[in-house]
Nanobody, 114 residues
Framework: QVQLVESGGGLVQVGGSLRLSCAAS????????MGWYRQAPGKQRELVAL???????NYEDSVKGRFTISRDNAKNTVYLQMNNLKPEETAVYYC????????WGQGTQVTVSS
């Protein structure tokens, strides 16, 4: 199994920045891809960004140029740097590991106030 623990969420004003972290533990050798997703109230969970074991990244169109996903393999941690945040990006942000099995973190709340 893989355990994922997110941190770094909080309250930020429009245009502000936050950096989310996701620390992985357990059977991390089985992880191929790490991702960040978000779920706003009343909406479906959606993909924000992915990064594979080779460092190749993929972003949802609306966050391109503002969000950056990265990983520190030595720390088994994936980050999501979010800049120029918008009110509509208020959501619970979840970390996901994709591999032999898929796992979710518990989520961290991001609130962007106007």
């Amino acid at each position: 199994q893989v355990q994922l623990v997110e941190s770094g969420g909080g309250l930020v004003q429009v245009g502000g920045s936050l950096r989310l972290s996701c620390a992985a533990s357990g059977s991390i050798f089985s992880i191929n891809v790490m991702g960040w997703y978000r779920q706003a109230p009343g909406k479906q969970r959606e993909l924000v960004a992915l990064i594979n074991s080779g460092g190749i990244t993929n972003y949802e169109d609306s966050v391109k140029g503002r969000f950056t996903i990265s990983r520190d393999n030595a720390k088994n941690t994936v980050y999501l740097q979010m800049n120029n945040l918008k009110p509509e990006e208020t959501a619970v942000y979840y970390c996901r590991s994709i591999g032999r099995h898929n796992y979710w973190g518990q989520g961290t709340q991001v609130t962007v106030s106007s």
